[in-house]
């Protein structure tokens, strides 16, 4: 029995103890090292850091900043000044270079400090929480922020080297005034960049970031000028600088002079914001796919992801070059402000080196602000007379090989219920062509069109691509500009370079590259040519325009030059006012009006659409 009883609890005890190695090795299996822990529940990505963008004229000068979440102007680690992450190092985290993400004899000593007031008093953050602080985590003041900087801090430093945790850290900071990062501070502050600071300055921006409201540069400048000899004294004590060195930095008075932020010419600045937006259309895809939508939802959808596509370029830190031509573009508006004092009238000019294909200058309107309605590109009406050229007489042209001699008839026309008459309702019978483009009589256009058939002269209309121009405008009242919605300055403008270029279109842009911040083209526009015109027409085309300066319609815009030549445009009830014309270098458009469709009667005898090219283009 007893030996039973023995076998019994042996066989008992090592089935229980099988049961508990197996258990035991399961859980065993589950356990994770600390390091796993969190990796698995801290996630870190790549670290991105938005970046100021530019936008440049001709000439390379910047015209426009372009910040986003604030002023920052991304700087490498070796291009940080040694003082620099001297000064850092010597006042926030000394044993940088040695511990892993976080200091536990500091982290003790704030514990005994804080228990005893009671409060988070003293933070013990190093250079890595901090980092982790401003990218991933809030600012404020618990125990469970804390606890997170050292989580983050410990993955930031197993995937970062120290070199690239000190450069992600001074390019995070805040300086106050919407200025983050060293270098971006610098060039606020000082309008110099960090590398032609004095030893002074260094510690004079140092101070900032330890309290930005406290230690404001422009504010506060006393407070942060008593911080900067603490950081100059904590340098001294780290071995980093001198004490002479320190006595004369000290002693230098450091005062700040903050500069604007650089926003000059809102009319084209606007302009290549949309620019840049149809650019990175094309190039990426989402024309055809706006083109491609099955509904309203579908197509406002692609449109949103476009707009977060040009956001997200733009915190790269992109650099925008333009042909813009800043004597012009002031020019233009000084020309325009100067020849319609009168509040509620309005004009945009265009002006395109048609020699280059560029856009150099485009108003958007009297006393325009940045990104308000644009006159220029965004606004479309009808445009009278001005759209004879391409629609009517280089059709013709191109279609018959008509002398400029041959007759057309100047009488009233009727077709169809349709009856235009010549302004003024004269007749003038049978009349030349060059005689009937020059003075820009009605009735032989409106023939001229019937002649060639408008499907075939709306062929050529097509290539110009205008936005707005619809099936329904496939009408003869199309000869004199009667189109449902009309076109921009911009793209009437664009249109007229044929007669510049040989004949040869291609829609003249503002943007001439976009480049990354090593200067590697990342975007830029290809020019696809269009022949239009054959050399006989584009000739003919521009011996006309000559005339209507000459002798015709446009003689108040005559200027002293080689070659000028246009034709102007006005509505009915001379609501809209246009002049479109070139010389030897620049295609230049014109529009007068006003915003609300009003007559203009009272100022037509002055011309301003013609005497404002004129200025323009003297």
Known sequence: MKTFLGWFLIILLFTGFSFLFVEATAEIKDIQTLSEVFEEHVVIDEIHLPANSYMYDRNGSVISEIYNEGNREYVTYEKIPQQVIDAFIATEDRRFFDHKGYDATAIIRAIVINTKSNEIEEGASTVTQQLARNVFLSHEQNYNRKLSELLYAHEIEKQYTKEEIIELY????????????????????????????TLAEIAFLSAVPNNPTHYDPIQKSENTNL????????????????????????????????????????DYVTYIHHELQELIANQEGFDKRLNQAGSEEQREAIEQELY???????????????????????????????????????????????LRNELVAMTAGKEYQKFDFHRGFQMYRQPGSAIKPILVYAPYIEEHDVPLQSSINADNFCHNGYCPKNFGGAQYGNVNMTTAFKHSYNTPAVRILDRVGIEKAFSYLDLFEFEKVVIEDQSLPSALGGFEHGMSPLELTR??????????????????????????ILYSWEQIEHELWSAHTTEK??????????????????????????????????????????????????????DRWESLSSIYSHYPHLTIWREIMK
């Open 227 to 266: 911080r900067k000899e603490w950081i100059i004294e904590k340098m001294v004590e780290t071995g980093v600088i001198t004490s002479a060195e320190a006595e004369k930095a000290i002693a230098e008075k450091v005062a700040v002079s903050p500069r604007e932020k650089i926003d000059q010419f809102p």
């Open 495 to 520: 249109s007229y370079t044929s007669f510049a270029r040989n004949g040869f279109y291609s829609p003249a842009h503002g943007i001439r590259a976009i480049k990354n911040s090593e200067g590697d």
């Open 170 to 197: 001074l390019n995070t900071i805040y300086f106050m005034n919407g200025v983050y990062g060293f270098e971006a501070a610098s060039q606020f502050y000082f309008n110099r960049p960090s590398s032609e600071l």
């Open 308 to 354: 977060v596509r040009v956001n997200t370029l733009l915190q790269q830190g992109i650099h925008i070059e333009t042909a813009l031509e800043p004597s012009m573009q002031i020019k233009a508006n000084q020309v325009i402000q100067h020849r319609l004092p009168q509040s509620d009238v309005q004009s945009s000019a265009v002006i395109i080196d048609h």
């Open 541 to 594: 085309m521009r011996t006309l325009l000559a005339e209507v300066v000459k002798s015709g319609t446009g003689k108040h815009a005559s200027i002293s030059s080689s070659y000028v030549g246009g034709k102007t445009g006005t509505t009915n009830d001379y609501i809209d006012m246009w002049f479109v014309g070139m010389n030897d270098h620049y295609t230049t458009g014109v529009w007068v009006g006003k």
